[in-house]
């Protein structure tokens, strides 16, 4: 009988596999999914260079699996990892580059459980302004940054819909400013409002930078010369970990700007289901999960059931 292993690609990956790679992207609708499933085979396969690691099989997925362990990764961040990791040998299969049964045997490779859900980090309403306050109001990079920095906080966009706004979605809709028929996560459509707030610090960095047609966010270069085509959701990464570190919060990702705005607009009594429609969750409960939860120790909620019981004192006066 023929040895599967035979059929499999040889240690180090061909080219075909990177190959594969780009076919694993182009299938996947989100441009979320394409960038963290792309950073997550761009890591395997290169950690699969790195060194002798065998025929490309369960074996080697579960050593990869015990690396991304060592490395103290949240088992939510494994498991994007192995799910490329799992669609990557699902393609390599139907492209007669791996066995079928051997595919298969990666796919059962499991994630780790995940318990509890990780909230991530998010600023007071006091960090917030620091931060809006940390770009050089005096330059045309500082005014575009605190403008990012402003729709990330202030209307909880993610960091691939800024980068890809164009003046023309600024509309206004029942008397008041809205970024219109933004397609989002899963190409779900939604209008976001902007708070006057916000469209003020556009306004400035729309002036500055000349911007009245076309890409919103526009490259800055050292001389404050503004480019014409679009900026990409790397640079508004580094923006907010620019400014986050000025300010002292050295980890703070563009995404925890985003859960920022969910619970600022909470604790301001903002409605869950509006919550929801602004960020453009598919469910209550992702939403739910943005604002996450805090045990109210000084006010529990089991100190008032109501229930009282007589006890004889206790011994010494105890």
Known sequence: MRDPASALVPPRPPAELAGLAALVLDSLPSPHSRR????????????????PRGPFRRTVVHQYRAVL??????????????????????????????????????????GLAVRGVRIGNWLTRAQVRELLNAPDWSTVKGL????????LAGCGLRR?????????????????????????????????????????LID???????????PLFRPVNKR???GGGAITAKVIWWVVREYASRIGVPNLAPHDLRRTCAK??????????????LLGHASIQTTERYLGSRQNLAHAVNDHLGIEIESPPLRGGR
């Open 264 to 277: 600022l607009c909470r604790s301001a009594g903002g409605d869950l289901e509006q919550i929801q429609f």
């Open 144 to 151: 575009r940054d605190r403008a990012i920095l402003g729709l």
């Open 36 to 51: 963290a499933y792309g950073q997550a085979l761009t890591d395997f396969l290169g950690w699969y260079a790195a060194g």
């Open 69 to 110: 362990e060592q490395k103290g990764l949240a088992p939510s961040s494994i498991n994007v990892r192995l799910a490329a990791v799992r669609k990557l040998a699902a393609e390599a299969a139907a492209n007669g580059l791996l066995a079928p049964e051997l595919a298969a045997g990666i796919a059962a490779v499991k």
């Open 204 to 214: 400035r960095w729309m002036e500055a930078g000349a911007v009245a047609q076309g």
């Open 160 to 200: 691939s819909e800024i980068a890809s706004l164009t003046v023309d979605r600024l509309a206004q809709r029942e008397g008041r400013w809205v970024l219109v028929d933004l397609s989002g996560k899963g190409r779900r459509v939604r209008s976001v409002p902007v708070p006057a707030w916000v469209k003020a």
């Open 224 to 226: 404050g010369v503004v």
